[in-house]
């Protein structure tokens, strides 16, 4: 498997600008999680997502941010407008159903550097 | 909700010796605990994981303790090399949710 997969793995944009980021989570997962990683603040959940379906968004800062999955292969996360305090690192996650030996384990995707200027 | 702490922020051992990373954890009903290796420019890796019904595991050279009573679990590298040096992160999960540490910048010195 290739591992959780997350484009652009760059981002540069200019305030106001809206920006989607993508990730495929591993095939099989059932439970996928989008997190935020800053300097100051760490790593932050900002939401996700069972079977396809949001269960807690209650990271999400403002609505300027907003998340879908369509199917069980892809999620997006979107930022419009975009603003300067929005630079951070993107990464998505993607953990195993409660089976077997695959318990509860969480894998990340290489993440997405987003920069607005 | 649940909050972990982790120390120390920063950690420098001479290659060969001993590293040893600490976090704490307040919600009696976090039952998994995954330590991740983050290298610069990369995602966190999970590296070690124990669940909350076992006391020690060991992979090699890591292992990870976990005190439920006290609430405390800590990641033990043994033997440490250059490539070893990356910033360390503990969680916890409660419920379907993972709580993260601040995280450890460990640099084993050659």
């Known amino acids: 498997d290739a591992g959780v997969i997350q484009s652009p793995r760059h981002e540069v944009t200019e305030m106001g600008q809206e920006v989607t980021l993508r990730c495929k989570p591993i095939s099989g997962h059932d439970y996928l999680f989008w997190y935020r990683q800053t300097m100051m603040r760490g790593l932050e959940l900002l939401i996700y997502?069972?079977?396809?379906?949001?269960?807690?968004d209650s990271g999400m800062p403002e609505d300027r941010f907003s998340a879908k999955m369509p199917n069980a292969s892809f999620s997006t996360l979107k930022i419009q407008p975009s603003e300067p305090r929005d630079s951070a690192v993107y990464f998505c996650?993607?953990?195993?159903?409660?089976?077997?030996?695959?318990?509860?384990?969480?894998?990340f995707g290489p993440g997405t550097r987003l920069t607005v200027l | 909700g649940e909050n972990v702490e982790q120390h120390p922020s920063t950690l420098s051992v001479q290659e060969g010796d001993s590293a040893v990373i600490k976090c704490t954890y307040s919600?009696?009903?976090?039952?998994?605990f995954p330590w991740y290796k983050q290298e610069l420019g990369k995602g966190p890796q999970l590296i070690i994981d124990?669940?909350?019904?076992?006391g020690e595991k060991k992979d090699q050279r890591i292992a990870v303790t976990l005190n439920k009573t006290a609430k405390h679990f800590s990641l033990h590298i043994t033997e440490t090399q250059p490539e070893d040096s990356a910033v360390y992160f503990c969680a916890a999960k409660t419920g379907n949710q993972f709580y993260f540490g601040t995280g450890t910048s460990l640099t084993v010195i050659p």
């Open positions: 919600d009696s009903a976090s039952n998994y």
């Open positions: 124990i669940r909350s019904n076992v």
């Open positions: 996650a993607s953990r195993s159903p409660t089976s077997g030996s695959s318990y509860n384990e969480q894998f």
């Open positions: 997502f069972n079977n396809n379906v949001p269960i807690d």
